[in-house]
């Protein structure tokens, strides 16, 4: 599926191809929620990071969030990049260097109408701010951490990959 996304002020614009577009993964980890999730949890797409395209790349800014580890006296920073715009401060997409193939939309920037997801999964509960209430309808899976199955998987899992 083709998604067309952009910021807020119109400066960035992009796009990309996407077989996996629901967005159903909720995370409520404190880097998605104060870096993107008003609501206390962002939902993160896949796509083809090599089919990505990209108008305004100059308003572009990047952010390498600093993760401390429980009992680590350091912080460390994580090589993923948050990719948002300067001027108005949308958050766009994360790109990991650990998966080079694949880019993450937030799906809060995407243009495109997406299909509804007939279950969600809620991760990273156990960073989750005490005020988010997590809104799980039966069939949702909930998760302390990370789930086992990926992006790719559930959409499998469910018939549908795109």
């Known amino acids: 599926m083709q998604l067309k996304g952009s910021c807020h002020c119109g400066a960035v614009a992009f796009s990309l191809i996407s077989a996996h577009p629901y967005p159903y993964q909720r995370c409520y980890c404190s880097i998605c929620r104060k870096t993107q999730g008003g609501g206390g949890y962002a939902i993160n797409l896949a796509g083809d990071a090599q089919s990505l395209k990209v108008t305004g790349r100059k308003q572009i800014a990047i952010y390498h ?23 108005c401060g949308s958050a766009l997409w994360l790109f990991s260097p650990e998966w080079p193939e694949l880019v993450h939309p937030f799906a809060s920037a995407i243009d495109t109408p997406l299909p509804v997801p007939p279950e969600h999964t809620h991760l990273l509960l156990d960073s989750k701010a005490s005020w988010v209430e997590v809104d799980a309808r039966p069939g949702d899976k909930q998760f302390a951490g990370y789930p086992e199955e990926s992006i790719a998987q559930w959409h499998e899992r469910l018939g549908l990959s795109r």
Do not use: P, V, Y
Not at 65 to 82: C, L, N, P, V, Y
């Open 65 to 87: 969030a600093k993760i401390k580890a429980e009992g680590a006296r350091r912080a460390h920073t994580s090589t993923a990049e948050r990719h948002f715009c300067r001027l």
